[in-house]
DNA sequence: TCTAAATATCGCATTATTTCGATATGGTCA
DNA sequence: TGACCATATCGAAATAATGCGATATTTAGA
């Protein structure tokens, strides 16, 4: 658990609030049409839909997701053409009991 | 509850670092001795001692101790020449939540 | 009122982050 | 294989954060 690199994440908003949309992605994105049978309901989104609701690039996206996954706050697997990216809630869950502590 | 700006606080370890030892002060500095009895125990610590085991200048302590007060991480009290910080616990506990819940 | 101590603020150089456009990579399907 | 789609990576310019030294402010005490 890299503290320093998940409150790095944290630092900035629109990274925030691509974590409080996989939250409930049913809420806030369209289904996942390519997404096989097995991996529906787990909360994965593909990078292409979180890009358009955030409103920046494809690169900058990108990055996000990838600084995102280094620091364990996003899992994510590729399945075609597609990187679907999910919350790794125990690490959000870790995160908020260290701030609890600390 | 600005989750921005107390976020971009925890970004820097430094200030992460204050945050814990204010936590328990007891382990972390010597005693207040010009604290008056009355504010004894609640976990106040003046400026100059969190600057010496910070390890940075007495112009850098200043400024992010400010920051975290704007944060509302931290709140403060002068009394005479020093001005003493201290947790605010109730932010910190609303940012584990936040962070649970999100 | 002068001086000294503790803290705050200012100005600035350095370093890190942000964010983009361009390009590369990997996968799909005709 | 070749065209195309989704995503990742690269390189660079703009912006923000870091952290210092110098200076200002506030308070205490002689």
Not at 5 to 29: E, M, Y
Not at 43 to 52: A, D, F, N, S
Not at 57 to 65: I, P, W
Not at 73 to 99: F, H, M, P, V
């Amino acid at each position: 658990m890299n503290m320093d690199a998940i409150f790095k994440v944290l630092a900035n908003p629109v990274r925030v609030r691509i974590l409080s949309w996989l939250k409930d992605p049913g809420t806030h994105f369209p289904p996942m049409i390519h997404l096989p049978e097995a991996e529906q309901g787990k909360g994965y989104v593909c990078v292409g839909l979180i890009q358009e609701k955030a409103g920046v690039t494809q690169s900058t996206v990108s990055h996000y997701l990838n600084l995102m996954k280094q620091a364990e706050l996003l899992s994510c697997k590729r399945i075609g053409q597609w990187t679907y990216y999910c919350r790794n809630e125990a690490t959000l869950q870790k995160t908020a009991d260290y701030i609890a502590r600390m």
